[in-house]
């Protein structure tokens, strides 16, 4: 199904009030579209957006570069097209520019493959669930002030929203802290909180956050790192359970449910953050603390042969013929 035509234009929005969070303001929304139509007269359209600056150069990026290339590839290779794109825009990637324009003509081509299929994203995505919770996150921005934030809160849980986010990143923890908790004091603890700090912290200022954050009970801590720094965000995660609620639901503890009736196994008291170091005067054997001897398995349970997957990763770090039950990175997955 061969792109016969490719376009792009920008529509700029301004805004009523300029929203700010840690390191930005919302100036204007600048939204790029891009329309891409096949052989057959379908016309698939694909956006992305910046929220003041850029957006022009979005629009060049496009214009001069990724949709010439476009004309006469088949539409149906989405995965293909992207890496091509990718490719032949090398020098400039991995950068915002790049990756907005590259976003909307991947979304542009998911939508020619949805409007073929006659199907909705989702569905053509796997259709996991026909329903996915909501938040609200007008009221939460940093430059209001906490009895703004207060107010927002309780408006939106009047209306039904079944949680908020609420930006965070002020120059000291006390005062995220100090807005956190009123907002938590006022609608109680049912509705979900989320924080978002969109990549403004330093590893270790994060870490901090994330400790004074943690009896405040958040559903999620937002972009705490610089997105690409995925190393800092697994310390970071492994060091606290600030926002880890949503983490529990990704990793299978709670399949399809929804967000704010997911909730994540109690830890004892300061466990979340203890770092797991092992003790150099032990034996290297030592350092996978769950053997079979540590948890033995339940007596019904004691027939069935272990998972091959876990058996055999276990065998290929201990040496074979030895049954130690999980390693020790499976059985972090679990908590
Ligand atoms: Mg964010």
New binding site residues.
């Given amino acids: 199904m061969r792109i016969v035509e490719a376009s792009a234009h920008l529509a700029d929005i301004a805004v009523e009030t300029v929203r700010t969070d840690a390191v930005q303001s919302f100036i204007k929304q600048e939204t790029v579209f891009v329309d891409l139509v096949t052989e057959d007269g379908n016309r698939g359209t694909g956006y992305a957006y910046t929220i003041g600056t850029g957006g022009t150069s979005v629009l060049a990026m496009l214009r001069a570069h990724l949709l010439p290339r476009l004309i006469g590839a088949d539409a149906r290779q989405i995965e293909y097209l992207w890496h091509d794109l990718f490719a032949s825009t090398r020098a400039t990637t991995v950068g915002a520019i790049t990756s907005l324009a590259l976003a909307a003509v991947d979304t542009a081509l998911w939508d020619l493959r949805c409007l073929r299929a006659g199907e909705p994203l989702w569905r053509v995505a796997g259709g996991f669930r026909r329903e996915v919770p909501l938040y609200d996150t007008e009221g939460g921005w940093l430059h209001l002030s906490t009895d703004e934030l207060v107010r927002g809160a309780l408006a939106a849980q009047a209306a039904g929203w079944p949680g908020v986010k609420l930006k965070v990143g002020k120059p000291h923890v006390t005062r995220d802290v100090e807005r956190l908790r009123a907002v938590r004091e006022a609608v109680g603890p049912e509705l979900e909180i989320m924080v978002?700090a969109?990549q403004s912290m330093t590893a270790a200022e994060a870490r901090r956050r994330a400790a004074a954050f943690e009896p405040l009970e958040l559903a999620w801590f937002?972009?705490p790192l610089p997105a690409d720094d995925v190393s800092g965000h697994a310390v970071l995660a492994r060091s606290t359970c600030a926002g880890r609620r949503y983490h529990a639901v990704a990793e299978g503890r709670a399949p399809g449910r929804g967000l704010q009736r997911a909730r994540m196994p109690a830890l004892p008291d300061g466990a979340a953050r203890q770092p797991r170091r092992r003790d150099p005067q032990r034996p290297l054997r030592r350092t996978h603390p769950t053997t079979a001897r540590d948890h033995p398995r339940p007596a019904a349970d004691r027939e069935r042969p272990r998972h091959r997957a876990r058996r055999s990763g276990t065998r290929h770090r201990l040496g074979p013929g030895r049954d130690r039950g999980p390693s020790r990175r499976l059985d972090r997955s679990k908590g």
Wanted: zero cysteines; hydrophobic letters at 0%; a negative charge.
């Fill in positions: 978002d969109n937002e972009e």
